[in-house]
């Protein structure tokens, strides 16, 4: 018999991808850290760094960066998924050596949400982890939980509005200059209440869960007679700018926060909120195999 032949188990093919997906991690992770620590992100061309407001500007792309080592810390829960604690652990004492929020960057609020308060939540979680289930990581002491609280203080200055949708930019140092874009995608408002309620338990202070709550409800409250979500709405008057519904970019996390926000707390309302759209994703957007774009008001007018 020829063992060439022999098909792999399941397990062995798990192994095989997982190692995969480690190695291409570790290349990435490794080449970021040599060459581009501790700006956000690694230009692979050239080996060097991107950082805001030095290397030339892509536009809107660039407002995910913040000079606040984006990269690292949106890699913390990798590291803790992967059982790489020792680099984990490594990882936030940099990120709690080298990391203030205090600059005059003006900030994408989704970005900055998801990625660094987001990554922040993780490692101070995957710490706790560490010391009270392995033994690990004694010496810490909230740090990542400080700088949560710190770059969430200054994210609030976004939900000051008449309708409490936040606006879609703030500047770390100085807040919100004045309302310049009155306008947010569903998803930038509606994507913000995980971190936001994780923060709120871990501190008890309810500031945080209430505003990123307030936020989801009115979106929801807004949704048409036909269940659905527009894509992009008015943020000072609270009408939709673009009604147009989509399970893709713009829209995609909004659902997504509704069914995870009721796993994190428990709320019943929270999955009537997923469940009542969900229901009508299908009805009015389901083609055949396809996923369609329509008209949250008139979905019959494809």
Not at 84 to 109: C, P, Q, R
Not at 135 to 164: I, M, N, Q
Request: charge should be negative.
């Amino acid at each position: 018999v020829n063992t060439n032949d022999v098909e792999p188990s399941v397990d062995e093919k798990k192994s095989e991808y997982a190692e995969q997906a480690r190695r291409m991690f570790f290349h990435a992770y490794n080449s970021y850290m040599m060459y581009a620590f501790p700006a956000d992100e690694l230009m692979p061309v050239t080996c060097t760094g991107r950082v805001r407001g030095l290397t030339p500007s892509r536009g809107e792309v660039d407002e995910a960066l913040g000079r606040y080592m984006l990269t690292l810390v949106d890699s913390l829960d990798t590291l803790l998924v992967m059982k790489e604690y020792s680099s984990f652990e490594h990882a936030t004492k940099m990120v709690i050596g080298g990391l203030s929020f205090d600059t005059d960057v003006t900030i994408n609020l989704f970005e900055a949400n998801i990625r660094v308060l987001g990554g922040l939540l993780s490692g101070h979680a995957g710490l706790l982890y560490l010391n009270t289930n392995l033994g690990k990581a004694r010496w810490y002491s909230d740090e990542l939980l400080k700088l949560a609280v710190d770059l969430a203080d200054r994210l609030l200055p976004a939900f000051h509005t008449p309708t409490g949708l936040p606006v879609p930019r703030v500047n770390l140092r100085h807040g919100v200059y004045r309302i310049r874009d009155n306008e947010t995608c569903t998803a930038c408002a509606g994507t913000l209440f995980l971190e936001f309620a994780t923060l709120s338990r871990y501190t008890g202070n309810n500031t945080y869960e209430d505003v990123a709550r307030r936020a989801l409800d009115y979106l929801y409250e807004k949704r048409t007679s036909y269940d659905l979500p527009g894509s992009v709405m008015d943020i000072n008057r609270g009408k939709w700018t673009r009604r147009e519904t989509t399970i893709g970019a713009g829209i995609d996390s909004y659902f997504e926060y509704l069914m995870k926000g009721y796993i994190l707390t428990g709320e019943e309302q929270l999955w009537d909120m997923f469940e009542t759209q969900y229901k009508a994703v299908k009805k009015h957007l389901m083609s055949g195999r396809f996923m369609l774009t329509i008209n949250s008001a008139s979905p019959e007018a494809r």
